[in-house]
Every structure is written in structure tokens, then in C-alpha cells.
């Protein structure tokens, strides 16, 4: 069978979308595959194009279509390889192969270079007295005041000329023409980071960092490229580690990436790898502007730095030498993509990684736990760091009832020994931060006065509270009734479970009007530098209160904090979602970790009313392998990642009937793979579905979902493939659109 190829000509963003088919020769079949750089005829020229896909359908009449020349030999660029890679992300993620491009070549969009223009003396300096002069008597102002400074300095900025010294253009461009001066003009890249200052470097690895930083580079040093899970107790120096590790890459000639899970990270993070490495760090994230993004992406690939710092899209920088990839707070689930196609930054890094022949590091004080397992199954290599910088202390954890407060008689959000706290910090002006795990809107029913949730009676997961007054769980479609007192005790406080960060400000200014306080969640981050002002302000103690959502969380060291208080646990802990508990655990250990990281010991306050639950007893004794052993008996059971794996099939049209008989199709089309495979055959598959989404409609588009559990990861890409082509083939489906996200990382 003939085969034929995809080949783009342009790799720019613009022109990703157009393809031209040629001829695979039979002589070149063994060296074609996707990325290759490739000869091909273009009209009456020769020109070369990457090879995007491979098809056995012509596009086209066969007789008419050219030949591929030859595969170039010289050198391999790296969009050959960030195309390869887009080819897998395809393949193990479920989209078009132009969706998995613009993923991976994400910024390369022309524009418009910075010039610098510098005007620079051509006179000698007898030359220039005697024109000077000249200019002076015939009462040429401009011109004399710019040949007065050019005397004196030799060359000067254009814009120093024109804004500064206030001489014209026109003036200039005279001054050219006579060959007084001549105007240089060189481009000038942006730089995001230019405007930091280095402060130096001096901290040297305790026993227990160095002992890590020795396994990793005597492997990297023997060329034996290794996924490894550090797994450090908060405040125990991973990013000292990291640095270490990275700059035996530079040694060793090499590029390393270091993603963050988000932007409000990088300002801290940055200025310690800054201190280090200066000018050879660069940032990537969503707050650049088009012409920053392309600039980094054009000094990355020009070798200009070494170490690219961003959150999920830094990944696919296009360094040529990539020899080491960190991925910290690696329990994240930002790392996620939630657009086509749904990736994972963890095991596209081991990917890429493994193209390149390179190590991956990922860290984190409470490693998730898919890595942890994959950790004890001996696929990642565990290391721990297990005592905190300068041995001191992790602070002390209270868990406070917020029934027994509903029973004394206090309604507020504020515990009355959290308010006693808070108090105490205002005095001695040390700082407190309240933290509120909110992720979205939690939409769990339960009761203030017992604590009930309402939970599925097949899954173990809260039921999700819907507009129509009903309940459902959004794993296998039971649903019931919102009832209007608790079923357990009867009482009346049963509610949806919402709360927010500007409520906890009105009623923390209210409550201590004295104290001085800043929030910082998305409303008040929207602007470009707004992260950085709100923690520099807080750094600076400019503030004694910091309230915000899990952004503040996340790897910020505030010395002078003391007292962290995280204000409802139960936010996180029954959401409709499997996940629930690893998250709660995760944040409260997180949050706990930003209390006494100076000099002063620490104080931690979390209130719930569910303190008998095993995430907040675990994560008040900072125990994260009781936590794991729990958590993994419960996926066990569940039939739940990482144990068995989880493909959600999201179909969605304007149509509700359609949707509805397109579904079902897909259901009974699964179910028919499934029992003629004999691969599929010898598997325990479960099918669950179709059911309505969390949100059943949004901009009057329905939604259904397919779950899909099986051990296997490699048969739910081929039950994947085999939709994609039957949807191909039926027409049916073109008012259907059908999406795939494998190990969903939040509920639908």
C-alpha cells in the first residue's frame, strides 16, 4: 500500500494549518517519521517542509501528486523533534495532529523586532571643532547641541537624541546625508528578566541535599538518564537542590527547563535562579506579551540562555541540548492541560526527556499519587529530603470543630482560638496568612451542625448540587432530590457549601480593624505585575494579614509569617471528584508549610467539620505515607487512578436528541470493541454511561460523558483510535463534537 505524507513549509503559527500531500518513494519509507526535515518539489523550485503526518489515504488524484526528493541529512532542528512529540501527544491524548502543534510551537509568530539605533561620530576631532564652529556662527542649534554631545561621548542612543536632547529627525537624518555621523542599527531582544538585580549567591547543601544532588549527577555523569520523585518536607531547601542540579548541567554543556505550577510563583522563584545564573535564566508564561514569548522562544533556540523558568507551556522550549527537565510541585493540577489536547505535563516531560536523553526531576512535600505509586513500583527513583533547612522545627497543627463552634454559639468563619492567634500575631507584628482551599464552587451538600455530606451510594464521592433542585453523581448518573433537612441528624443547617475570599476580608477588617490586610485571589491578580506587587507588598510587611485561595499556598517563604489558618478544609474534601481527598491533604500540608519558616516556630489552625477524616488527621501529623496508604486502598477499591486507568469521553452538540443518540451509539459501538477484540477480551473494561456532565448546558451546547476504566493505558488509546475512526466515517457526527481526556484531573 502506497503511504503518503503531510508536510507544513512554514512552521510559523499562522501557517500551521496548511498541509501539502506528497508521495512517500518506497526507498525513503524506512527513513520518513514524523518531524523529519524533507526535500520537495514546489512549483518550478526545490524547498524543504517537516513531514506533519503520515496517511495511507490520498488526499487527492495519485497520479498527480509528486514524489518527496530525499530526507536532509545535515543537522535535525528542534521543531523536528518538538513535532515528533506532537505526534505523540496525539496519539496518547486524543486531538488533531494541528491541535498537538500549536500546543508544542506555541509562540512562534512573527513579530516585530526591537531595533536600536545608535548614531555614531564620523569626524575626526579637528574636523568636528571646525563644524562645530560652522554650526555655532550660522545659529544651527540642534545641530550644533548633538555634535557637542557626540564630541564628548562618541556614539549615542537615537532615542536619547530625539526625546533627550530634543533634536529632530529630520535633523538627524541631515546630519547623516553630510556623513557627519552614521546611524547603526542592530535588533535588540525583549527580556522580561533585565529589570532584576543580582544579589549574589552564597548558600552551601546541608548533608542530605548534597547526597541527593550526588545520586542524580553520578548518573547523569555516566549518561544513564533517570525519572526521579524527590520528595522533600516543606522548607527542606528542593529548590537549593535544583539549582545545584542545573548548573552541572551547564557544566556538562546542556539546557534545562524548570516549570512552576503558576504565575504566582515566579517572581520569588526567578529572583533565586536569577541570583545564580543571571542573564541565563529566561521566564515563559501567559502574562508576556506576544513579542516577550517570541523573543524567549528565539533566545532559547539561538542558545542565548540556559534554563527556561515557566509554568506548563515552558516544557516545549525549544532548546537543542535539553539535559535536564524539574518539574516542582509536581502534585499539581495546573500541570493538566484543560484544552485540546488534555496533556500531562509530567509524562509529556518524561517524553521529551527521553528523546533528548535526559533526566526529569519531580518534586514535591507531598508528591501526587499517581508518582508515589509509580515510585514504589520502582519506575521513578525516590529520594527523600526529610528535615527542614538549619534542622528547624515544622510548626504545630490544630484541627478545630466547626460543629462545636456552631454549638457555642459562634457563626463566624473565624474560630474563636483562631481569632486568640491572630490576635497574638498583632501584637508581636509577625504576619498570619488565611488560606481558603476553594477551587471553583464547590457544590456539595452538607450540614454545619453534624457535618453530614451527602455522598453517592456507589461511588464514595459527594454529590454535585445542580440548578433543577436535584443532586448527581458525576461517575455513574445516580441522582437524588436536595433535601431540606439533614438526613442524618435532622437539622436544618444543610446547605450548598460556598464561601468566599472578599466576605473573609470584610469580616477579618471588621473583626480587627487595626490590622492591615491584602487579598490576593483572581479577581485581584488580573493585571500583569499584580502577583508581584501583592507578595513584594506582603514580603516587605507592608501588610499583617494575607487572605487568598491556593495561590498563596504554593512555595512562598515568608520568614515573618508565623500563623497560617486554613479557614473551611471541607472546600476541597467534597468536591464531586476522586481526587478530593489527595487535594485536601495536599493544601493543608501545603498551607501548613508556609507557617515558621524563620526564625520563630510556627502555628497552623485548620478548621472543619470533618476532623475524624484521614486527609486532615495525616496532614495535621505531616504523614504523608499513612495518607497514601489510605488514599490508595480507597482507589483500589474505586477502580480509580493510578491503580486502573480512566479515559472520560466528553460528547457535546446544540442538538440535546442528537447528543443524546449519538452517545448511546458510542456506548453500544465501545461495548461492541470490547467483546470482539481479543486483546480487549482478556481485559476487566468497565463502561459507565453516557450521563449528563456536571453542567448539563453551557451557551445552550448540551453535554454528555462516557467513562471508560480499565488497568491498561494502551487499551484505552486503541479504544480511542477506534472511535476516531468510526466517527470519521459517519456523518452523523459532524453536529457532534467528541473530546477525550485520559486521567481527568477534576470531575465533570
Given at each position: 500500500?502506497?503511504k503518503?505524507?503531510?508536510i507544513?513549509?512554514?512552521?510559523?503559527?499562522?501557517?500551521?494549518?496548511?498541509?501539502?500531500?506528497?508521495?512517500?518513494?518506497?526507498?525513503?519509507?524506512?527513513?520518513?517519521?514524523?518531524?523529519?526535515?524533507?526535500?520537495?518539489?514546489?512549483?518550478?523550485?526545490?524547498?524543504?517542509?517537516?513531514?506533519?503526518?503520515?496517511?495511507?489515504?490520498?488526499?487527492?488524484?495519485?497520479?498527480?501528486?509528486?514524489?518527496?526528493?530525499?530526507?536532509?541529512?545535515?543537522?535535525?532542528?528542534?521543531?523536528?523533534?518538538?513535532?515528533?512529540?506532537?505526534?505523540?501527544?496525539?496519539?496518547?491524548?486524543?486531538?488533531?495532529?494541528?491541535?498537538?502543534?500549536?500546543?508544542?510551537i506555541?509562540?512562534?509568530?512573527?513579530?516585530?523586532?526591537?531595533?536600536?539605533?545608535?548614531?555614531?561620530?564620523?569626524?575626526?576631532?579637528?574636523?568636528?571643532?571646525?563644524?562645530?564652529?560652522?554650526?555655532?556662527?550660522?545659529?544651527?542649534?540642534?545641530?550644533?547641541?548633538?555634535?557637542?554631545?557626540?564630541?564628548?561621548?562618541?556614539?549615542?542612543?537615537?532615542?536619547?537624541?530625539?526625546?533627550?536632547?530634543?533634536?529632530?529627525?529630520?535633523?538627524?537624518?541631515?546630519?547623516?546625508?553630510?556623513?557627519?555621523?552614521?546611524?547603526?542599527?542592530?535588533?535588540?531582544?525583549?527580556?522580561?528578566?533585565?529589570?532584576?538585580?543580582?544579589s549574589?549567591?552564597?548558600?552551601?547543601?546541608?548533608?542530605?541535599?548534597?547526597?541527593?544532588?550526588?545520586?542524580?549527577?553520578?548518573?547523569?555523569?555516566?549518561?544513564?538518564?533517570?525519572?526521579?520523585?524527590?520528595?522533600?518536607?516543606?522548607?527542606?531547601?528542593?529548590?537549593?537542590?535544583?539549582?545545584?542540579?542545573?548548573?552541572?548541567?551547564?557544566?556538562?554543556?546542556k539546557?534545562?527547563?524548570?516549570?512552576?505550577?503558576?504565575?504566582?510563583?515566579?517572581?520569588?522563584?526567578?529572583?533565586?535562579?536569577?541570583?545564580?545564573?543571571?542573564?541565563?535564566?529566561?521566564?515563559?508564561?501567559?502574562?508576556?506579551?506576544?513579542?516577550?514569548?517570541?523573543?524567549?522562544?528565539?533566545?532559547?533556540?539561538?542558545?542565548?540562555?540556559?534554563?527556561?523558568?515557566?509554568?506548563?507551556?515552558?516544557?516545549?522550549?525549544p532548546?537543542?541540548?535539553?539535559?535536564?527537565?524539574?518539574?516542582?510541585?509536581?502534585?499539581?493540577?495546573?500541570?493538566?492541560?484543560?484544552?485540546?489536547?488534555?496533556?500531562?505535563?509530567?509524562?509529556?516531560?518524561?517524553?521529551?526527556?527521553?528523546?533528548?536523553?535526559?533526566s526529569?526531576?519531580?518534586?514535591?512535600?507531598?508528591?501526587?499519587?499517581?508518582?508515589?505509586?509509580?515510585?514504589?513500583?520502582?519506575?521513578?527513583?525516590?529520594?527523600?529530603?526529610t528535615?527542614?533547612?538549619?534542622?528547624?522545627?515544622?510548626?504545630?497543627?490544630?484541627?478545630?470543630?466547626?460543629?462545636?463552634?456552631?454549638?457555642?454559639?459562634?457563626?463566624?468563619?473565624?474560630?474563636?482560638?483562631?481569632?486568640?492567634?491572630?490576635?497574638?500575631?498583632?501584637?508581636?507584628?509577625?504576619?498570619?496568612?488565611?488560606?481558603?482551599?476553594?477551587?471553583?464552587?464547590?457544590?456539595?451538600?452538607?450540614?454545619?451542625?453534624?457535618?453530614?455530606?451527602?455522598?453517592?451510594?456507589?461511588?464514595?464521592?459527594?454529590?454535585?448540587?445542580?440548578?433543577?433542585?436535584?443532586?448527581?453523581?458525576?461517575?455513574?448518573?445516580?441522582?437524588?432530590?436536595?433535601?431540606n433537612?439533614?438526613?442524618?441528624?435532622?437539622?436544618?443547617?444543610?446547605s450548598?457549601?460556598?464561601?468566599?475570599?472578599?466576605?473573609?476580608?470584610?469580616?477579618?477588617?471588621?473583626?480587627?480593624?487595626?490590622?492591615?490586610?491584602?487579598?490576593?485571589?483572581?479577581?485581584?491578580?488580573?493585571?500583569?505585575?499584580?502577583?508581584?506587587?501583592?507578595?513584594?507588598?506582603f514580603?516587605?510587611q507592608?501588610?499583617?494579614?494575607?487572605?487568598?485561595?491556593?495561590?498563596?499556598?504554593?512555595?512562598?517563604?515568608?520568614?515573618?509569617?508565623?500563623?497560617?489558618?486554613?479557614?473551611?478544609?471541607?472546600?476541597?474534601?467534597?468536591?464531586?471528584?476522586?481526587?478530593?481527598?489527595?487535594?485536601?491533604?495536599?493544601?493543608?500540608?501545603?498551607?501548613?508549610?508556609?507557617?515558621?519558616?524563620?526564625?520563630?516556630?510556627?502555628?497552623?489552625?485548620?478548621?472543619?467539620?470533618?476532623?475524624?477524616?484521614y486527609?486532615?488527621?495525616?496532614?495535621?501529623?505531616?504523614?504523608?505515607?499513612?495518607?497514601?496508604?489510605?488514599?490508595?486502598?480507597?482507589?483500589?477499591?474505586?477502580?480509580?487512578?493510578?491503580?486502573?486507568?480512566?479515559?472520560?469521553?466528553?460528547?457535546?452538540?446544540?442538538?440535546?436528541?442528537?447528543?443524546?443518540?449519538?452517545?448511546?451509539?458510542?456506548?453500544?459501538?465501545?461495548?461492541?470493541?470490547?467483546?470482539?477484540d481479543?486483546?480487549?477480551?482478556?481485559?476487566?473494561?468497565?463502561?459507565?454511561?453516557?450521563?449528563?456532565?456536571?453542567?448539563?448546558?453551557?451557551?445552550d451546547?448540551?453535554?454528555?460523558?462516557?467513562?471508560?476504566?480499565?488497568?491498561?493505558?494502551?487499551?484505552?488509546?486503541l479504544?480511542?483510535?477506534?472511535?476516531?475512526?468510526?466517527?470519521?466515517?459517519n456523518?452523523?457526527?459532524?453536529?457532534v463534537?467528541?473530546?477525550?481526556?485520559f486521567?481527568?484531573?477534576?470531575?465533570?
Open positions: 500500500m502506497s503518503y505524507a503531510n507544513i513549509v512554514d512552521i510559523s503559527h499562522e501557517k500551521l494549518d496548511k498541509t501539502f500531500q506528497y508521495l512517500v518513494p518506497k526507498e525513503l519509507e524506512q527513513e520518513i517519521e514524523l518531524g523529519v526535515l524533507v526535500d520537495i518539489p514546489f512549483g518550478h523550485r526545490t524547498i524543504t517542509g517537516y513531514v506533519v503526518e503520515l496517511t495511507d489515504e490520498a488526499e487527492f488524484d495519485v497520479s498527480r501528486m509528486k514524489p518527496i526528493i530525499g530526507v536532509k541529512k545535515d543537522s535535525v532542528p528542534i521543531e523536528s523533534q518538538l513535532i515528533a512529540l506532537a505526534g505523540w501527544m496525539r496519539k496518547n491524548y486524543g486531538a488533531t495532529m494541528n491541535q498537538a502543534l500549536k500546543t508544542v506555541p509562540i512562534k509568530q512573527k513579530t516585530k523586532a526591537i531595533e536600536r539605533k545608535t548614531l555614531k561620530l564620523l569626524l575626526s576631532k579637528e574636523e568636528a571643532l571646525h563644524t562645530l564652529a560652522l554650526f555655532e556662527a550660522k545659529h544651527f542649534t540642534a545641530k550644533a547641541r548633538l555634535l557637542r554631545e557626540l564630541m564628548q561621548e562618541g556614539e549615542l542612543d537615537y532615542s536619547v537624541v530625539t526625546q533627550k536632547l530634543h533634536v529632530p529627525a529630520t535633523t538627524v537624518k541631515n546630519l547623516e546625508q553630510q556623513r557627519i555621523l552614521k546611524i547603526e542599527v542592530s535588533k535588540e531582544y525583549r527580556n522580561p528578566v533585565n529589570h532584576l538585580k543580582v549574589g549567591y552564597h548558600l552551601t547543601l546541608n548533608k542530605m541535599q548534597q547526597s541527593v544532588v550526588d545520586v542524580i549527577t553520578t548518573n547523569m555523569d555516566a549518561n544513564i538518564p533517570r525519572t526521579y520523585l524527590l520528595k522533600g518536607v516543606t522548607g527542606s531547601g528542593k529548590t537549593e537542590v535544583y539549582m545545584e542540579l542545573i548548573a552541572h548541567t551547564i557544566e556538562m554543556g539546557q534545562a527547563i524548570v516549570l512552576i505550577p503558576e504565575i504566582a510563583l515566579t517572581y520569588q522563584t526567578v529572583m533565586r535562579f536569577y541570583n545564580r545564573f543571571g542573564d541565563r535564566v529566561s521566564i515563559m508564561n501567559s502574562r508576556l506579551s506576544q513579542g516577550e514569548r517570541y523573543d524567549q522562544y528565539l533566545r532559547a533556540k539561538n542558545g542565548d540562555i540556559d534554563i527556561m523558568i515557566g509554568p506548563r507551556s515552558a516544557l516545549f522550549a532548546f537543542e541540548r535539553l539535559g535536564l527537565i524539574i518539574i516542582d510541585e509536581e502534585h499539581e493540577n495546573s500541570y493538566k492541560s484543560e484544552t485540546v489536547p488534555r496533556y500531562h505535563a509530567r509524562e509529556t516531560a518524561i517524553e521529551r526527556a527521553r528523546m533528548n536523553q535526559a526529569v526531576v519531580l518534586g514535591s512535600a507531598t508528591p501526587s499519587v499517581d508518582s508515589y505509586y509509580q515510585a514504589r513500583k520502582g519506575e521513578y527513583e525516590l529520594l527523600e529530603l528535615e527542614r533547612v538549619q534542622e528547624k522545627p515544622l510548626p504545630s497543627c490544630e484541627v478545630i470543630d466547626l460543629r462545636e463552634e456552631l454549638r457555642n454559639g459562634n457563626r463566624s468563619i473565624l474560630s474563636e482560638r483562631l481569632q486568640e492567634l491572630m490576635e497574638d500575631r498583632l501584637r508581636k507584628g509577625q504576619q498570619t496568612m488565611l488560606f481558603l482551599n476553594r477551587r471553583g464552587v464547590a457544590g456539595f451538600m452538607s450540614c454545619r451542625a453534624c457535618g453530614h455530606v451527602v455522598k453517592c451510594p456507589h461511588c464514595d464521592v459527594s454529590l454535585s448540587q445542580h440548578n433543577n433542585g436535584k443532586m448527581v453523581c458525576h461517575y455513574c448518573g445516580y441522582e437524588e432530590t436536595v433535601p433537612v439533614c438526613p442524618s441528624c435532622g437539622s436544618k443547617y444543610i450548598g457549601f460556598k464561601a468566599g475570599t472578599q466576605k473573609i476580608e470584610e469580616m477579618v477588617k471588621q473583626r480587627f480593624p487595626g490590622a492591615r490586610v491584602l487579598r490576593m485571589d483572581f479577581d485581584t491578580t488580573r493585571t500583569k505585575d499584580s502577583y508581584e506587587q501583592i507578595l513584594q507588598a514580603a516587605n507592608e501588610a499583617d494579614i494575607l487572605i487568598g485561595t491556593q495561590m498563596i499556598v504554593k512555595g512562598h517563604d515568608f520568614p515573618n509569617v508565623t500563623l497560617v489558618g486554613v479557614l473551611a478544609a471541607d472546600m476541597s474534601l467534597h468536591v464531586s471528584d476522586f481526587h478530593a481527598a489527595e487535594r485536601t491533604f495536599q493544601l493543608l500540608t501545603q498551607a501548613a508549610g508556609r507557617a515558621g519558616r524563620g526564625d520563630e516556630t510556627g502555628d497552623v489552625v485548620i478548621q472543619t467539620y470533618n476532623p475524624e477524616h486527609a486532615v488527621l495525616t496532614a495535621k501529623a505531616q504523614d504523608y505515607e499513612s495518607f497514601y496508604e489510605q488514599e490508595i486502598m480507597y482507589r483500589q477499591f474505586g477502580f480509580y487512578p493510578p491503580v486502573w486507568n480512566l479515559l472520560l469521553v466528553m460528547c457535546t452538540s446544540e442538538q440535546e436528541k442528537l447528543l443524546e443518540v449519538m452517545s448511546e451509539k458510542l456506548v453500544s459501538r465501545l461495548q461492541s470493541y470490547i467483546d470482539t481479543e486483546v480487549l477480551q482478556k481485559e476487566r473494561i468497565q463502561l459507565v454511561g453516557p450521563t449528563d456532565a456536571a453542567i448539563a448546558k453551557v451557551n451546547v448540551y453535554r454528555k460523558i462516557i467513562y471508560i476504566k480499565t488497568k491498561e493505558y494502551k487499551s484505552l488509546v479504544l480511542k483510535d477506534r472511535l476516531e475512526d468510526y466517527m470519521k466515517d456523518r452523523d457526527f459532524q453536529n463534537s467528541v473530546q477525550f481526556d486521567n481527568p484531573m477534576s470531575g465533570f
